[in-house]
């Protein structure tokens, strides 16, 4: 499973703004799309939720900005 880690600190257009509530968060973060990692399925022991279709935009362009398509 490929994933965008979580952080605290905003850093520039690769990192979006997750506010609390959003998907299950219990307290806002930052999705860092330049730190893209996979994951092994069986190591995701719990659901947390779906982000809104206007933070998804947000985190997609985050990808694309980091990965270069723009």
Do not use: F, N
Not at 8 to 17: D, E, I, S, W, Y
Not at 26 to 52: E, M, P
């Amino acid at each position: 499973m490929i994933v965008v880690p979580k952080a605290q600190a905003k850093r520039g257009p690769t990192a979006v703004a997750i506010p609390g509530g959003s998907a299950g968060l219990t307290r806002a973060g930052i999705a860092v799309c330049h730190q893209v990692t996979t994951l092994d399925r069986a190591k995701l022991t719990r659901y947390s939720g779906t982000l809104s279709q206007e933070l998804l935009r947000s985190v997609e362009d985050g990808l694309r900005a980091a990965l270069d398509l723009e």
